[in-house]
């Protein structure tokens, strides 16, 4: 089983994590932000990854502390899980709509991280979640996962729809980077290294 158990705390935040590549789409979601917990369920739901989160967080601070430091355990279990990363896609581009929203998400688990976000036109908030934190989430998320992630947002006028269309895509991608491919030996790559 490609999974993996993580766990940190820190003075702004308490997380445990348990996670799994290959999974049904289950999940048990409790940062304490209510719009956050939608999208990772959305994300889990249609990469068919299993999730159990739970995070303690400094909500009478703001939500950064929460949202990043979610991204960076999760940046975490996804690089756990994947072990030795032999026999996986590696790359991986999805196009996803939600209904006037579509996004396109390009993965490449290369063992080096960055991120492109070209997510013009959000509201500050949706709801009484920080719509900039989204950003936050997928850099510190790719800072951990050790992965190339390019998230482009093509159109949308609903922030709720962009952003919904931006997880549920990046949950789908990183089912098909993940996945693993039997015609592949080893590692994906002339290096022998990810």
């Known amino acids: 089983m490609r999974s993996s158990s993580i766990q940190r705390k820190t003075n702004e935040t308490a997380i445990?994590?348990?996670?799994?590549?290959?999974?049904?789409?289950?999940?048990?979601?409790?940062?304490?932000?209510?719009?956050?917990?939608?999208?990772?369920?959305?994300?889990?739901?249609?990469g068919l990854f299993d999730l159990?989160?739970?995070?303690?967080?400094?909500?009478?601070?703001?939500?950064?502390?929460s949202v990043e430091d979610i991204g960076i355990v999760l940046g975490q279990a996804v690089n756990q899980a994947l072990g030795t990363k032999e026999g996986i896609n590696r790359y991986a581009t999805i196009t996803?709509?939600?209904?006037?929203?579509?996004?396109?998400?390009?993965?490449?688990?290369?063992?080096?991280?960055?991120?492109?976000?070209?997510?013009d036109g959000l509201k500050d908030k949706?709801?009484?979640?920080?719509?900039?934190?989204?950003?936050?989430?997928?850099?510190?998320?790719?800072?951990?996962?050790?992965?190339?992630?390019?998230?482009?947002?093509?159109?949308?006028?609903?922030?709720?729809?962009?952003?919904?269309?931006i997880f549920k895509g990046f949950g789908r991608a990183l089912d098909t980077a993940t996945g693993e491919n039997p015609r592949i030996q080893g590692v994906p790559s002339t290096k022998g290294k990810l």
Do not use: W
């Open 126 to 165: 949706v709801g009484d979640f920080d719509t900039e934190l989204v950003e936050e989430f997928f850099l510190a998320f790719v800072r951990h996962a050790n992965l190339t992630l390019h998230i482009v947002l093509d159109y949308g006028k609903n922030s709720h729809h962009m952003i919904e269309s």
């Open 96 to 119: 996803t709509p939600m209904d006037e929203a579509r996004s396109t998400i390009s993965i490449d688990i290369s063992g080096r991280s960055f991120l492109v976000y070209q997510v």
């Open 52 to 65: 159990n989160l739970t995070c303690a967080g400094d909500l009478d601070v703001d939500q950064h502390h």
């Open 16 to 46: 445990n994590a348990e996670f799994s590549i290959d999974g049904t789409g289950t999940s048990s979601i409790d940062s304490g932000i209510g719009f956050l917990n939608h999208m990772l369920t959305l994300m889990n739901r249609h």
